[in-house]
């Protein structure tokens, strides 16, 4: 029972370490293209569909994986060229790494990242530039940085050779091959979901954003809410006078709609009655060895007994735990 209850502890401990300083790559505003040069007069371009990776602050880490086999460059033939043993050989090798060394600003948000890039078995040492924005919330109150980069690689640094020789001593495919994109960054526990940018369509979001946007003034908007509060309709629901003041967006998820806005004041009661739910679920699995206790016979805490009503009371523990994780960041 003792290692139960220290189990329950670290859950609920754990449950509240975030990890502020660690940012991953939301894929919703994020891409990596390519171009090389075709012919010596035109280029393809194309780009990678799957990748993740994250930016550590604390550390200064970077570190992105990308799926060679997501290869697109608008061609089924080409790309099945591209993923085959002539270049990639992304069966057999279907990760390309990256990983950083160093990182060193050079002013005005510039940044140079200096890394082992990984094609197929060959490694590379490359320096990447890039921009990395100022943290900017979006229409969900969530945080983001953009970084925008760009780099040039020589595939046959990396055994990607497959060419065809033309006149003039010239080839059908360039070595140099330009590397760019963007990648939204957002903290690891607080991404915008996919879903979040179907956003509904209904009366009050127009006005609302019209009066974001300076087109209606304060006092108009205020007028239309309360007719809206006078004769609400089912699509158009009673907005409060909080929420229109601070204009916030409406959020899909229960917790907005509700109305409520995580501040400091709703942490503090929300940690305060965690605890207690914490107490609540500590009694509880006291409560179900006390009935195996007084129910089976034949218990003992180191019989198979004592194994079995360990599991219920390991499922409380669990329960409380994942509910306090969705009520506080799910």
Same mark, same amino acid.
């Given at each position: 029972?003792?290692?139960?209850? @220290?189990?329950?502890? %670290? ?17 919703? =505003? ?35 994986? @990308? ?13 099945? =060229? ?48 890039? %921009? ?64 979040? =940018?179907?956003?509904?369509? %209904? ?59 995580? %501040? ?61 994780? =969705?009520?506080?960041?799910?």
């Amino acid at each position: 029972m003792k290692t139960i209850i @220290i189990l329950l502890l %670290t859950l609920f401990t754990s449950a509240y370490a975030v990890d502020e300083k660690k940012w991953v790559i939301n894929k919703n =505003h994020s891409e990596i293209l390519f171009v090389v040069s075709y012919l010596g007069v035109s280029e393809v371009t194309g780009s990678f569909q799957s990748f993740e990776g994250f930016v550590d602050f604390a550390t200064n880490k970077i570190s992105l994986s @990308i799926n060679a086999a997501s290869i697109s460059s608008g061609n089924g033939m080409r790309d099945g =060229h591209l993923k085959s043993n002539d270049f990639l050989q992304a069966k057999e090798f279907p990760l390309i790494l990256f990983d950083s060394n160093k990182v060193t600003s050079i002013g005005n948000n510039k940044y140079q990242a200096v890394g082992e890039l990984v094609i197929k078995d060959k490694k590379k040492k490359i320096t990447i530039d890039y %921009t990395l924005t100022d943290e900017v919330k979006d229409t969900w109150e969530k945080d983001n940085r953009f970084v925008n980069f760009n780099f040039k690689i020589n595939r046959k640094d990396f055994e990607l050779t497959w060419n065809k020789p033309l006149r003039n001593n010239q080839f059908l495919v360039g070595d140099t091959v330009e590397i760019k994109g963007v990648f939204q960054l957002q903290p690891i526990n607080a991404l915008t979901a996919s879903s979040k =940018h179907m956003i509904p369509t %209904t009366k009050y979001i127009e006005m609302r954003d019209k009066l974001r946007l300076g087109e209606i003034d304060q006092k108009t908007f205020n007028e239309f809410k309360k007719i809206e509060i006078a004769e609400p309709t089912v699509s158009e629901p009673p907005i409060t006078d909080e929420e229109a003041a601070a204009a916030t967006t409406e959020d899909s998820n229960l917790m907005t709609a509700l109305n409520v806005v995580r %501040t400091p004041i709703w942490m503090l009661w929300f940690l305060v009655l965690s605890f207690f739910g914490f107490i609540g679920s500590i009694l509880a699995m006291f409560k179900v060895k006390e009935i195996f206790f007084n129910k089976i016979v034949r218990y003992e805490e180191g019989n198979k007994w004592g194994v079995v009503s360990d599991l219920p009371t390991v499922v409380v523990g669990m329960i409380y735990a994942m509910a306090v994780w =969705h009520v506080g960041w799910g």
